[in-house]
């Protein structure tokens, strides 16, 4: 069973065809032979607008199909799972995200015109050169006029899409001074600018991505409308970060994509590579490095579904929790490809080899989701800052309501309240302070067919043990305040640690509250018994996992992989093999975003 919100991916899944087969757009011979030439995925693109998937990106109040987090997640997971550089430059869409935040009725009517009418794509003009993500130290001016109008001088570097988008969304200097109001944000259409007025920064060559348009965009007094101003004066840094507690919790679905084909990619290799007599997934250290992987694409899965129905249940908590998401899963799954890598062995590095060669650009490519909107150092020192609100108690009655929300994959939610979000935390974290509650609801379970009495009392032990470690860590939050120097870099590792508690208490809510939806080895526990056994780390050593769940996880790898399955806590059948894709309709009909069920 798939929820009924993973339908529209599901479809999307289905109209781009076999990803082995080379004619199609969105194959991963074709990812191979543009990355070879570093281009632009032009084709695979205009084929996504065709399918209306622009309309996916803006909210259905507006006209477009965007209702549901978790079901836009899964849209981006299959793209990515097909072709990073083209999920990539598809995503710049999600920075129409600062309209809907910030903008009027009227300047998100116009946005959402750009992208559904014209699928034209914004760029996001953060980044100078010389600042990185001290965004406060920026220089690029946008000067204000007598009649209203502003005047914009410096450079942007290095930005998505800069020389391939319709529109901009830019934050500029409007102050001087160091401080939290030196910066307004802006949105402007190109057909707005001065075309003798602006210029391009020529296109950078990546070590992934290398089919993006990865470049800049520079003004020398080039003036636009009052009417570009988002927000207040003085507010853009605001809506920055705010915008980034959004995207943040949607780049899992990129890590997502990536985990599954690595996976799949090494684990279809180890099947068929013979040495010392037998299958290579047969040996000692693959069994395990193989098991281990999974289980992190598992859990990466129950993070992101987590944060994604957050969003929509308590978007007040996004400072902290956008930061912990793209922490843990970046985590989880950049170390289950590394460890794959090794599966490998010699053809890691070859980059044309027969069904291997995609490993090394999907390892590539993934390897810069920790790195975008806020690395993973930067997400960690943000939340240095929230951790003592964090630890608060979270006993109000409320909090045990949201939990039902968060983990029941049947459970409506409202639309995402951007009004909501805020800078700082001031709630303690309910998902953490209802550990007691989940701990209570292991305690209450009986044993079934599927849960036997000894896996029980083995999960109600590893569970005590979890929330345990989970009041310790809390506790040690508290006994450190927050100071400068040799305590902030303890308090970083406490961010860590604080992440992977998150992440096991997602999982843990995912199992308790759908158990007996998703099929025998959902329901039987093994996989969150293995997750309980590796504690509270992202990276897995060897020969921690029980060989029960070795043999569990093993089996159900093979399972899915066989029966052509995305690698999930779903049944989530993928296009089937030698199908072709329907990218470009006869005659594009008014509903065509409809018939692909995207919302």
């Not at 032009?42 to 006209?63: D, I, K, M, S, W």
């Not at 199909?65 to 990539?88: I, K, P, W």
Request: glycine share 8%; proline share 4%; charged share 15%.
């Amino acid at each position: 069973m798939i929820p009924a919100q993973y339908l529209g991916a599901l479809s999307l899944e289905q109209r781009l065809g076999d990803p082995w087969l080379e004619s199609n757009l969105l194959s991963w011979p074709s990812a191979l032979a543009l990355d070879e030439q570093d281009a632009f995925p032009e084709a695979a693109v205009t084929g996504l607008n065709a399918l209306g998937l622009p309309q996916a990106y803006v909210p259905h109040g507006l006209g477009g199909q965007f209702r549901s987090s978790e079901a836009f997640v899964a849209l981006g997971r299959t793209l990515a799972r097909r072709n990073m550089s083209v999920a990539v430059a598809y995503s710049t869409m999600l920075w129409s995200t600062l309209g809907w935040l910030g903008g009027t009725d009227q300047q998100r009517r116009a946005i959402a015109r750009w992208m559904m009418d014209n699928a034209s794509f914004p760029c996001l003009a953060y980044s100078e050169a010389d600042h990185g993500a001290d965004l406060v130290s920026n220089r690029l001016t946008a000067t204000l006029n007598e009649d209203g109008s502003y005047t914009l001088n410096g450079e942007k570097w290095p930005i998505n899409r800069a020389i391939r988008s319709g529109f901009l969304v830019l934050l500029a200097r409007t102050s001087e001074g160091n401080h939290m109001r030196n910066h307004s944000l802006f949105i402007i259409s190109k057909d707005q600018l001065n075309s003798q007025r602006y210029y391009y920064l020529p296109r950078v060559k990546t070590h992934g991505l290398k089919g993006c348009d990865i470049s800049g965009i520079g003004f020398r007094g080039c003036t636009i409308p009052s009417n570009c101003l988002i927000g207040q004066p003085g507010h853009g840094l605001e809506l920055a970060l705010k915008g980034f507690q959004v995207t943040r919790t949607f780049c899992a679905a990129l890590s997502l994509g990536v985990g599954d084909t690595a996976l799949r990619i090494a684990s279809d290799y180890a099947a068929r590579r013979v040495l010392y007599g037998k299958p290579i997934d047969q040996l000692p250290h693959n069994r395990d490095v193989l098991a281990n992987a999974y289980l992190s694409q598992l859990a990466a899965e129950c993070v992101t579904i987590v944060a994604a129905r957050g969003l929509h249940v308590c978007p007040q908590l996004y400072a902290a929790w956008s930061s912990v998401t793209k922490v843990q899963v970046c985590r989880l799954v950049d170390h289950a490809c590394t460890e794959l890598s090794h599966v490998l062995g010699a053809r890691f590095y070859m980059r044309d080899q027969q069904n291997v060669g995609i490993f090394q650009k999907f390892y590539r490519d993934g390897a810069i989701v920790s790195i975008f909107d806020g690395s993973t150092h930067v997400c960690l020192d943000s939340l240095t800052t929230l951790l003592d609100t964090l630890v608060r108690d979270t006993a109000q009655p409320e909090a045990s309501q949201c939990l039902h929300a968060l983990f029941d994959l049947e459970a409506p939610l409202a639309d995402i309240d951007y009004s909501q979000l805020t800078l700082f935390s001031r709630h303690g974290d309910p998902l953490i302070g209802q550990l007691p509650h989940l701990l209570g609801k292991v305690q209450a379970l009986e044993e079934s067919d599927h849960l036997p009495a000894a896996t029980l009392a083995e999960l109600r032990h590893l569970c005590q043990a979890f929330v345990e470690q989970a009041q310790a860590l809390a506790e040690q939050i508290r006994q450190t305040p927050r100071q400068a120097g040799q305590q902030e870099a303890r308090r970083i590792g406490y961010a860590q640690r604080y992440c992977a508690v998150f992440g096991v208490a997602a999982c843990l809510g995912v199992w308790l509250y759908n158990r007996n939806r998703f099929g025998p080895f959902f329901a039987s526990g093994q996989w969150l018994l293995g997750l309980l056994e590796r504690g509270l780390a992202a990276d897995f050593g060897h020969g921690v996992l029980a060989p029960e769940r070795v043999d569990a996880l093993l089996a159900q790898l093979a399972h899915q992989r066989s029966a052509n399955h995305m690698l999930s806590i779903f049944t989530w059948p993928l296009a089937s093999a030698g199908s072709a894709e329907q990218l470009f309709p006869s005659i594009i009909k008014e509903d065509a975003c409809d018939e692909l069920n995207l919302s």
